[in-house]
């Protein structure tokens, strides 16, 4: 998306259209360059008044290579007042920019501190991410609460699986391993729903997002 008229249109569809409308603005905006762009996002990110705004545009800024970026996404999720639903998104998007192929940096150890601290958080959506940020950027530091989690974690994250599995996966991909195939709770059978079952296969790491609820192909 090149054109800025179409690029004003999909913000204002973030801040104003139905939750399906902010949804597709925000995938097209993921590919679109430009400061306005980032500026854009970084706005309804901070002040928009509906829950689902603010997450569709933590879901473009995930996709958004520039350090301001980063930095919009940081403030967010480390935001108390903010809904645990849009810091998840959040912390997903950092996991996106701070993975393990990228430059050890300031920021990074900043938002590893934060994601190690949320493994105590009483939301189970922001423990889910942290193991999901944590394992993504292959931080080894955050093995042994993971560990602990892995072993005394009975927390759900709404529309995923046990925080203890997104803490197992998490130990696996920071110690080289691929980790589990698993698909969200609500998918499994009545037989098949413990953490040791073998449930089909669930999206790739690279790049996950949150198909069930947004419909985010990517």
Not at 45 to 56: F, H, I, Q, T, V
Not at 171 to 200: C, F, V, Y
Request: charged letters at 35%; one cysteine or more.
């Amino acid at each position: 998306m090149r054109a800025r008229p179409k690029i004003a249109h999909a913000l204002a569809r973030i801040q104003r259209g139905s939750e399906v409308e902010a949804c597709e603005a925000a995938k097209e905006l993921a590919d679109a360059k430009g400061g306005d762009v980032l500026a854009g996002l970084t706005r309804i990110l901070r002040s928009g008044e509906r829950p689902c705004s603010r997450e569709s545009a933590a879901y473009a800024l995930s996709w958004n290579k520039d350090r301001k970026a980063v930095r919009a996404l940081l403030m967010c999720a480390t935001d108390p007042d903010e809904l645990d639903s849009v810091r998840g998104q959040a912390l997903e998007g950092l996991a996106m920019h701070l993975g393990s192929g990228s430059t050890r940096s300031r920021m990074r150890r900043k938002a590893e501190d934060f994601m190690i601290e949320m493994l105590r958080s009483p939301s189970p959506t922001l423990r889910f991410w942290a193991c999901f940020g944590l394992g993504t950027m292959g931080c080894r530091r955050a093995v042994p609460r993971l560990r602990k989690l892995e072993r005394t974690d009975r927390g759900v994250c709404p529309g995923w699986w046990y925080v203890r599995e997104e803490a197992e996966d998490a130990i696996e991909w920071i110690e080289g391993r691929p980790g589990q195939e698993r698909q969200p709770l609500h998918m499994r059978t009545e037989q098949n729903n413990e953490p040791d079952a073998s449930p089909k296969p669930r999206p790739k790491r690279q790049g996950r997002v949150r198909t069930r609820r947004r419909r985010r192909g990517r």
